[in-house]
């Protein structure tokens, strides 16, 4: 195993180095190459300044250089091994040094403050959204496949499929022009990741009065164990009855918390939002209606306490943060947990109908055993698949989220660096971009063989 590890390190080194040559070539290629003319084009210069302005581009990043010489040292400078330069250019030896990754040509700053600032937003908001994804995808697509042919999976079958037809574009327009506009509700920010007052607020949320925080205890544990009750002993009927009242009323506080209140709002928001939580309420699998009944029981006592506290509520810089996330999370969850679900559904599935697990039932193995101890880590191996593209993606981040919610992330920064040909930032973006790609792929060959004994690299 060792041996294994050990080489594909090592086969790192000359991927990572055709991976950056590659893109260099492209960007080297182009319409205007890598130039100091790109940099100032359309600055409406006079021809001075733009000669002078050209010069320093040039002295500064070498930009008149052969576009092979460029590469070279770009390489040199990223190498914890290479040749080091004295003041004058000339080469001062050759061996240990510090990697530098170089100044951005847009910025002005080096390329490691700019990756400090933007990566921790990409990883707070792939943190909150990759977790998601898989606790729902996979409660989905387990419950799916064991469903094979019901009203579970057929119902499931076509919202996933409906989710996965809607471009993240698309939905991401349509949750500000709904939810964060003037026009309809105005319940989320249409951009960033806090208000300025945010920033003067203490960073978790609290109450001026003591009573105001007990209130919220006591209507949020009520509300939380009373409708988790009802979602495990109450019959079918009685909770789908009570979520289709929670359901309507709903509907109609969202008819009247519109800015214009139309007609019609009152008609098919509580019929859509009461079928809906019928559904929920009527559902047979227990997990997920425990889940969600239990998080409507948690908000209904949060806006109970809301609405009956003095008002002396300040949200804090932590809840101010999580709020403005909620419609970037929604927005990149839905399509990758469309996909995932119907992922494990197949995986699932194709093992539930294999020998191995007829074996089991036929032993006397329980059926909850036969699909979480066998099926279910035999069926692994497609997710563990889709995970090792997870370490890039939360590096790049989602180029459309961010763009459209005007968040400072690595995907932003990305698109900016390539629109302005920023020679260091792309290099640099690519480098680490491709690294972890292949730590993800590693990871991936290594958890094969623990979820199947089959796999082995000895």
Known sequence: ???????????????????????????????????????????????????????????????????????????????????????????????????????????????????????????????????????????????????????????????????????????GVLMIGFFASDQHWHWFPTAGLNRRAALDMPFLPHWESLGDVLLLFVLAVLGTTAFLLAAVRLPARYRALLMLVVGVAAGIGMAQAHTESPWALYLLLPLLLGATAAAVGYMQYAGMRVVAMGSVGLLIGIALAIRLGSGGFVPGFLLDRLWHLVLPVVCLAYGSFAFLAKLTRTAVLENLLADYARTARAKGVPESQVLWRHVFRNSLLPLITVFASLLPGLLAGSVIVEQIFSIDGMGKLAVEAVKTRDRELVLSITLISGLLTLLGYLIADLLYAVADPRVSYD
Do not use: C, H
């Not at 294994?4 to 055709?18: A, E, K, Q, S, W």
């Not at 003319?37 to 250089?65: V, W």
């Not at 933007?118 to 729902?136: E, F, G, K």
């Open 1 to 171: 195993m060792s041996t294994y590890i050990l080489r594909r390190l090592l086969l790192m080194i000359p991927t990572l180095f055709g991976i950056t040559l590659v893109v260099f070539v492209v960007m080297a290629a182009s319409p205007g190459g890598i130039s100091a003319q790109t940099l100032i084009e359309g600055q409406g210069l006079e021809p001075e300044a733009r000669k002078a302005l050209e010069d320093y581009y040039n002295r500064l990043y070498g930009l008149d250089d052969p576009a092979p010489l460029q590469f070279l040292r770009w390489l040199n400078n990223v190498s914890p091994v290479g040749f080091e330069f004295d003041a004058e250019g000339g080469v001062a030896g050759f061996g240990l040094k510090g990697s530098d990754l170089g100044t951005s040509f847009r910025y002005g700053r080096p390329v490691t403050d700019l990756l400090a600032e933007r990566i921790p937003i990409t990883l707070l908001l792939n943190a909150l959204t990759v977790p998601l994804i898989y606790v729902i995808a996979i409660a989905v697509g387990v419950r799916a496949a064991t469903q094979r042919g019901k009203s579970f999976d057929v119902g499931s079958s076509v919202t996933l499929l409906t989710l996965w037809s809607i471009p993240t574009m698309l939905a």
